[in-house]
C-alpha cells in the first residue's frame, strides 16, 4: 500500500471532471455525469462530435460490427428512434446518429469542440488536473478522463520521401470533408488494412488507374451488406433488453454463442461446411469465433487460412496477384480480420494493379510517384491508408504529468501498465475509456465503451457519496492485472503477430500485446467484483481519511481458471465422499474427450514382474532412431486411482520433449495394497527396465525416474532405495509437483487446500487409504523425512502455486540442495496441482512442460549417474 498523502487538500476545481473527446465515449460520458450531478466540460479538437466517424470519411468508410450491435443501448428510447438502414451502416450515417444522440440528450452545452488538450499536470498540493488547451486555457479539474478513442492517433509516415509528393495527398484517417473526386486520375494506395480494403474498390470505381502498394495482405471475408438479417432483427425485437445483456455478458460484445468444440474434432467435410457458412454470413466474429480454438491452436488456424486463400484463389483471375493476395506469415484472426465489398474482385480490374512490397519495398516517395527498389511510379494523388499508433498514441499524445513528476510518456516507455485498462498509478483520478489491459478493440467497441463509461461514473459517484476525491491503483494490484493481461494474451497466437494489437506497426514502440482478451463478459466481472471488494487495489483519500484494500485481482493463470470454472459448472463429485470404486470409474470417466497428447514414434504396452506380480507398462519411443535414454515414469493418483496409461497425453508430452523413451508403469493400488506396496513395485520396476534397457530400445546406463503427485512421491522414494541398494543408478529425477510429506500443516495447505481442485480433504482421504499413521513418517512414504538426502541424483522439482503440496515440494528441493544434491526448482506461477498434465487444455503450462523435457535431457547429457 502507498503512504497517505499526509496533508492532502481538496481545492475546488473549475469542474467536477473534464473529458477529453466526443465520440462514442465522450458522449456517452457526458451524459451520465451530467445525470450524476457532476460538473462536466468535454474538450474535442473536432468541430464537431464523432469522434473517429468524424475524421474516417474516406470513401467506404463503415463499421464491420453490425449496426444493431455497434450502438448504444444505454437510451431505450433511441433503440427504437433511430433505425439502422444497413447492416454495415456507413460512416455518414453513423456520424449522422451521433450528432442525433448529441441533440436529443442536449449535449452540444457543454462541449467545447476545436479544443485540443495539450497539456495535463497533476497537482498533489491541490489534488487537482490542471489542463493546459491549444487555445490558451488552464482548466481545473478534479477527474480527468480521456476518451479520446483507440485508433485516433494516425501513425506518423514511415515511408521516405512522404512529404516530398506535389500531387494531391489523402490519409484516411483525416479525410477531406468536401471528398474527393478522383475520376481521371493516376491514384496509389499505400496500405491494406481494413481502411485500404473499404477505400480501395470504391477509388478503382472512380479512378483511371489504381496501383495498390502492399505489404502484409490481409484476411478479408465478404461483408454482404444490406438489411439486417432477419433473424438477428428478430431476436433484437423480441426482447431487446434480454439482446443487450446477452452482448454485454458475451466474449466479444456480440450475442453469439461461442464454439464449443476445435477445428480438429470434426471432420474436414464438416469444417469446410462451417467456413462456407462463415463466408456467407460476412461477420467479423464469425472468424475469431470459427472454432473454440482458432485462435489458440496454429494447426486449427491455418485450416481456416488456408479455406481463406483458397477463396482469393477463386476469386482473383491472375494466379500470381491471388498469391500475392494471399496472406501467409500470420494466423487468422491475430490481427484484426476485414469485411469486405469486392476487395478481391477489384484486383480483376484491367486499371488496378498490384504492388507486392515484400519483393519490392519502396524506396522514397518522390515529386511524382513512388520508387521502388525496382520500378518509378508516377501519380497525380496517393492515399496513405496505414494505420495508427493504436490504443496508446493518443493517450501518450497529450503531455500529461503525474504525481511523482513522470509524464505517461515516460511511465510507459516499455509498454502501458494499467490496473483494468482503467487507470495508471502515478496518476490519480486520471481514467482511460478502453485503454490499454482492457478488452476494447477486442469487442464491439460500443459495449466495452458503455461498460467502462458506467464503471467510471459509477466509480466517481460512490467516492462522491463516501467522502472520497481521490483514486489511484495500488503497484500491486497494477502490476498484477498487467501480468494478466500479458498471460492471457500468451495462451492465444495473438502476441506472435506483428500487429497494432502488439504495436508492432509503429517503428520504435515497445511491442506489447495491448489489449485484454479475456472476453467483455468476464472482464465486466472482474470490474463488478473489484468495487464489491471495496474498489480492490486502489487507494482511495478523502478529507481526512484513507482506504486501500490491496491485492491482485486475478492470480490463477487464465485457463487454470478456465478448467476450474468447468469443473465448478459440472458440478464434479468430490473424490473424497466417493467409495474407492466410485471414485476410481469416475476419474476414468473424467479422462472422456481430453485431447490426446502429441504424436510419438511408437506406443506399446506390455507387462513386467513387480514385487508381488505382474505389472502393466506402456512405453512410449520418440521418432528418432533409438537407441535413446529412457525415464521410468509413475502415475499420479493419490496411490489410489489412476493407471500406467492414465496421463497418456503427459507421457507422451514428455517422450516428445525429452528425445527419452517413457516407461509409464503400474504400482499396486491402496486400500487393496497399502504402504509398502506401491513403492516395493516402482523400485521392482526400476530395476527391471535398468536391467533391460537395452532390449527395451534403451541407452544401458542412461536412466531417469519421473512422476507426479503420488507419482512422483515414488520416484523420489525409488531414488533413495536405489542409493541405499546401491543400484541401479538413476542419473536425474522429475518430481512433479510430489508429496514429500504426511505434514498438513504448511502454509500451502492452509491457503490451498481449497478451491484448487487437490484439496488438503482429498490428501488426507488419499493418505488414510494408503499408510497407517504409524508408516507416514517412513521415507518410504515421507521421502523428506529421511535421515539422508545426500548421494542422490540431480533432481528437478515442480511445484505448483496453487498447489496444497507446493511447500512440501519446495522442502524437499531446499533439503535435497543442503544436503549437495544437484537440485533445481521450476516453480510455476498461477498454476495448480493438476496443471501440468493437462496437455493442450492448460496451454500456460506448456513452458514448464519444455523447461521438465530439457531437465530430463540434461539429467543424460551430464551422466552423472549415481
Ligand atoms: O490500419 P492497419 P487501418 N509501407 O494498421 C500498411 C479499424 N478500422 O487504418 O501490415 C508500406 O490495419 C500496413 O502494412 P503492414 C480496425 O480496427 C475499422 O487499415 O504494416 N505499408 C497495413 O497494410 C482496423 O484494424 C474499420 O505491413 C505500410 C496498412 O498500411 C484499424 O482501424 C475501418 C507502411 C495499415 O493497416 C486500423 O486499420 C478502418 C509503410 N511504411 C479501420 N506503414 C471498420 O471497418 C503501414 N503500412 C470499422
Request: charged share 20%.
Amino acid at each position: 500500500m502507498q503512504p497517505a498523502h499526509q496533508k492532502r487538500e481538496f481545492s475546488i476545481p473549475d469542474h467536477d471532471v473534464v473529458v477529453a473527446g466526443a465520440g462514442f465515449a465522450g458522449l456517452y460520458l457526458l451524459h451520465r455525469l451530467r445525470e450524476l450531478g457532476f460538473s462536466t466540460r468535454v474538450l474535442e479538437t473536432a468541430d464537431d462530435v464523432g469522434g473517429t466517424w468524424y475524421w474516417n470519411r474516406y470513401p467506404g468508410a463503415r463499421c464491420d460490427i453490425q449496426t444493431i450491435d455497434y450502438c448504444y443501448s444505454f437510451d431505450p428510447e433511441l433503440e427504437t428512434e433511430w433505425q439502422w438502414s444497413e447492416r454495415y451502416a456507413t460512416q455518414p450515417e453513423i456520424l449522422r446518429y451521433l450528432q442525433f444522440v448529441a441533440d436529443k440528450h442536449d449535449l452540444r452545452r457543454d462541449i467545447e469542440f476545436s479544443t485540443r488538450i495539450e497539456a495535463a499536470v497533476w497537482n498533489d498540493g491541490t489534488s487537482l488536473w490542471t489542463l493546459r488547451t491549444d487555445r490558451g486555457q488552464k482548466i481545473t479539474c478534479r477527474y480527468y478522463v480521456m476518451a479520446t478513442g483507440c485508433l485516433s492517433m494516425p501513425k506518423t509516415p514511415d515511408i521516405a520521401g512522404h512529404d516530398r509528393f506535389l500531387g494531391e495527398a489523402y490519409f484516411t484517417s483525416h479525410w477531406p470533408h468536401q471528398g474527393v473526386d478522383f475520376s481521371g486520375k493516376r491514384v496509389a494506395v499505400i496500405g491494406t488494412g481494413s481502411s485500404g480494403v473499404q477505400s480501395i474498390p470504391l477509388i478503382a470505381e472512380q479512378a483511371a488507374e489504381l496501383t495498390v502498394f502492399q505489404r502484409t495482405p490481409c484476411y478479408c471475408i465478404p461483408a454482404h451488406n444490406g438489411p439486417v438479417p432477419a433473424h438477428r432483427m428478430t431476436e433484437l425485437e423480441n426482447d431487446r433488453a434480454a439482446y443487450r445483456e446477452a452482448a454485454r455478458q458475451s466474449l466479444f460484445g456480440v450475442p453469439l454463442a461461442p464454439m464449443e468444440v476445435g477445428a480438429l474434432q470434426v471432420s474436414a467435410e464438416e469444417r469446410e461446411a462451417h467456413y462456407e457458412d462463415i463466408w456467407k454470413a460476412g461477420e467479423l466474429l464469425g472468424i475469431a469465433g470459427a472454432y473454440a480454438d482458432i485462435i489458440t491452436n496454429a494447426t486449427s488456424n491455418e485450416t481456416l487460412c488456408e479455406f481463406v486463400r483458397d477463396k482469393i484463389r477463386e476469386i482473383v483471375n491472375d494466379p500470381e496477384v491471388a498469391e500475392t493476395l494471399c496472406p501467409k506469415d500470420f494466423y487468422i484472426a491475430t490481427k484484426r480480420p476485414c469485411l469486405d465489398t469486392n476487395y478481391y474482385e477489384t484486383y480483376n480490374l484491367p486499371h488496378v494493379r498490384l504492388v507486392d512490397l515484400r519483393k519490392h519495398p519502396i524506396e522514397t516517395i518522390t515529386e511524382t510517384g513512388i520508387d521502388t527498389t525496382n520500378a518509378s511510379y508516377t501519380f497525380d494523388a496517393i492515399v496513405f491508408a496505414t494505420g495508427f499508433d493504436a490504443m496508446t498514441g493518443a493517450l501518450v499524445g497529450v503531455d500529461i504529468t503525474g504525481s511523482n513528476g513522470l509524464t505517461l510518456r515516460e511511465k510507459w516507455s516499455n509498454g502501458p501498465e494499467t490496473y483494468l485498462g482503467l487507470m495508471t498509478t502515478g496518476f490519480p483520478n486520471l481514467f482511460t475509456i478502453t485503454g490499454p489491459g482492457s478488452p476494447s478493440v477486442l469487442s464491439n467497441m460500443t459495449v466495452s465503451i458503455e461498460q467502462h463509461v458506467e464503471w467510471v461514473s459509477n466509480c466517481l459517484d460512490d467516492l462522491r457519496k463516501n467522502n472520497f476525491e481521490f483514486i489511484e491503483p495500488t503497484r500491486t494490484a497494477e502490476a498484477g492485472w498487467v501480468q494478466h493481461v500479458n498471460d492471457y494474451g500468451a495462451i492465444t497466437l495473438l502476441p506472435q503477430t506483428n500487429s497494432w494489437y502488439t504495436g508492432a506497426n509503429v517503428p520504435g514502440k515497445p511491442r506489447v500485446f495491448l489489449p485484454y482478451i479475456g472476453g467483455v463478459g468476464p472482464y465486466r466481472g472482474i470490474c463488478d467484483e473489484v468495487v464489491e471488494r471495496g474498489y480492490f487495489g486502489f487507494v482511495l483519500e478523502g478529507p481526512g481519511k484513507q482506504s486501500c484494500n490491496d491485492g491482485v485481482i486475478r492470480t490463477v493463470q487464465p485457463d487454470v481458471a478456465m478448467v476450474l470454472d468447468m469443473i465448478e459448472a459440472l458440478q464434479w463429485p468430490r473424490f473424497e465422499t466417493l467409495s474407492v470404486a466410485d471414485a476410481r470409474a469416475f476419474a476414468i470417466e473424467t479422462l472422456t474427450g481430453r485431447p490426446p497428447g502429441p504424436d510419438v514414434g511408437e506406443c506399446n504396452d506390455g507387462t513386467l514382474p513387480g514385487a508381488a506380480g505382474e505389472l502393466k507398462y506402456r512405453l512410449y519411443r520418440p521418432v528418432s532412431p533409438g537407441p535413446h535414454p529412457i525415464v521410468v515414469y509413475f502415475h499420479g493418483g493419490g496411490w489410489l486411482l489412476g493407471s500406467y496409461d492414465t496421463d497418456d497425453p503427459f507421457c507422451r508430452d514428455l517422450c516428445v520433449q525429452s528425445e527419452a523413451i517413457i516407461v509409464s508403469v503400474d504400482y499396486r493400488h491402496a486400500p487393496e495394497a497399502r504402504f509398502p506396496a506401491a513403492p516395493e513395485d516402482a523400485f521392482t520396476a526400476v530395476q527391471w527396465v535398468a536391467k533391460n534397457a537395452a532390449s527395451l530400445g534403451g541407452v544401458p546406463g542412461q536412466l531417469a525416474v519421473s512422476g507426479w503427485s503420488a507419482g512422483a512421491n515414488l520416484a523420489a522414494v525409488v531414488c533413495q532405495m536405489a542409493r541405499d541398494a546401491d543400484g541401479p543408478a538413476i542419473c536425474g529425477q522429475l518430481l512433479v509437483t510430489p508429496v514429500t510429506d504426511c505434514d498438513f500443516t504448511r502454509e500451502s495447505y492452509t491457503n490451498n487446500g481449497e478451491g484448487y481442485f487437490l484439496t488438503k480433504a482429498l490428501m488426507e482421504w488419499f493418505w488414510d487409504h494408503y499408510a497407517d499413521t504409524t508408516d507416514r513418517e517412513n521415507p518410504q512414504a515421507s521421502p523428506l523425512r529421511a535421515d539422508k538426502l545426500s548421494g542422490l541424483p540431480p533432481a528437478l522439482v515442480v511445484t505448483c502455486e496453487f498447489d496444497p503440496l507446493r511447500d512440501e515440494g519446495i522442502a524437499y528441493f531446499e533439503a535435497l540442495q543442503a544436503a549437495g544434491v544437484k537440485a533445481d526448482h521450476l516453480p510455476c506461477r498461477g498454476h495448480i496441482h493438476t496443471s501440468l498434465t493437462l496437455v493442450d487444455i492448460v496451454l500456460s503450462s506448456a513452458d514448464a512442460r519444455g523447461a521438465m523435457g530439457r531437465a530430463l535431457g540434461g539429467f543424460f547429457s551430464d551422466q552423472t549417474a549415481v
